[in-house]
């Protein structure tokens, strides 16, 4: 707990991976570092608390009052000096809107940053200077920062401007316009955003999709469930991010009946999507005891266990699973995880009579064998407590 860690994020997908060093570690106990700051300059604060306030760090029990803690600078050895960082020899009030959208494009970050709330204070009188560098700079993060100057001005020609951006030749510009729009909610956008969801770089697919949960229509949801199939990483495996992101936007669309339509599809990735979003939408009980019964004795291992995984949401559902449960005490299985896994489930339906009608069964019966019948013991000791 004594140390500052450093993540160096790469993109992995929808999400990203890191790669996790340590920056700063001290063999000092006392030492507690409970802020990190970025300094204008690139340099990093750190401040350490030491032992004077003892709630300030979970590794500060005792307090320790002439342990009084400091304050760190870290910079790179060969970091070379960064003239006025914050940009305060600049003339701010008397800058024009043009001027103000250069300094978008400034090495300084505290720099850019000061120039981008001005901008949103100038409002609609910037939006000419920052549409044209849309339109005419070769340099991408200067695009971007443009960007995100028009998602501070509440203005219909800024939300065009952004959504032209859609179309920008680099995925980060589009990024950041997926966001724009997600968070000023522009439902003219949703047409653009649907053609983006089925392919593309995973993050703008995945951007794009809760965008279009926030300003799409329940017409959206064959789109969303479309893409569910294509969810996947570059190694065959699903892409629980990209997934999970479609996934709540259907439920963000609000429209159980429309999205009912797609608990019957043919395609089962789509079928189990379509379950959980049902499920979890809110606005009451939408997803129904006989939708999934059939699946708790089917074969499909992906139906299979998302049904399960419902029916498990659901403890009062024990006269609708009884049967599968019924099945699987008749045939019980060998392998000691599934054993394992059959006896979660009678001891979360154990409040069911008909569940408990079949534990009492299973016992009576004297072809039960021996792990079987412990297995159902030790769920009916369980649900005593």
């Not at 600078?73 to 914050?86: G, W």
């Not at 997934?243 to 395609?267: G, K, T, V």
């Not at 299973?362 to 019948?373: F, M, V």
Request: with cysteine; aromatic share 4%.
């Amino acid at each position: 707990m004594h140390k500052i860690t450093r993540h160096v994020l790469t993109k992995e997908g929808a999400t990203f991976a890191a790669d996790t060093s340590d920056l700063l570690v001290s063999d000092n106990l006392d030492f507690h570092p409970t802020d990190v700051l970025e300094d204008a300059d690139g340099s990093v604060i750190v401040v350490d608390t030491g032992g004077w306030f003892r709630l300030c760090c979970p590794t500060s029990q005792l307090e320790k009052a002439d342990v009084l803690g400091g304050v760190y600078r870290i910079r790179r050895t060969d970091a070379k000096p960064v003239a006025d960082p914050r940009g305060g020899k600049l003339a701010w009030n008397a800058l024009s809107e043009e001027a103000l959208v250069e300094l978008l494009n400034d090495e300084r970050f505290a720099v850019r940053n000061q120039a981008r709330q001005r901008i949103g204070k100038r409002g609609p009188a910037a939006i000419e200077a920052l549409t044209r560098v849309l339109t005419s700079s070769n340099d991408p993060d200067h695009r971007l920062q443009a960007v995100w100057g028009l998602t501070w001005i509440d203005d219909p020609r800024a939300r065009a401007a952004v959504r032209n951006s859609l179309d920008d030749s680099d995925e980060t510009v589009r990024q950041a316009a997926l966001h724009s729009i997600s968070v000023r909610q522009d439902r003219l956008a949703a047409d653009k955003l649907a053609v983006i969801i089925p392919d593309g770089p995973a993050h703008n697919r995945r951007a794009a999709t809760e965008a279009l949960g926030r300003v799409g229509s329940p017409s959206d949801l064959k789109t969303l469930f479309a893409a569910v199939p294509t969810a996947m990483l570059t190694d065959g495996e699903v892409d629980r991010f990209l997934e999970h992101s479609l996934i709540y936007a259907a439920m963000e669309l609000n429209d159980p009946a429309a999205l009912r339509q797609f608990i019957a599809s043919d395609n089962d990735q789509i079928r189990r999507a379509a379950l959980i979003a049902l499920d979890q939408m809110e606005g009451g009980d939408h997803l129904l005891p006989a939708d999934i019964q059939p699946l708790l004795t089917s074969s499909n291992a992906l139906l299979n266990d998302v049904a399960w995984w419902l029916a498990e949401r659901h403890p009062d559902w024990g006269d609708v699973v009884v049967e599968a449960i019924r099945h699987e005490l008749q045939q019980p299985p060998v392998d000691e995880r599934l054993l394992d896994r059959l006896g979660d489930r009678l001891r979360r339906f154990s409040n069911s009579v008909a569940v408990q009608q079949a534990m009492a069964e299973a016992l009576k019966n004297s072809g039960t064998g021996d792990p079987l019948r412990l297995t159902v013991l030790n769920a009916m000791a369980a649900s005593r407590h």
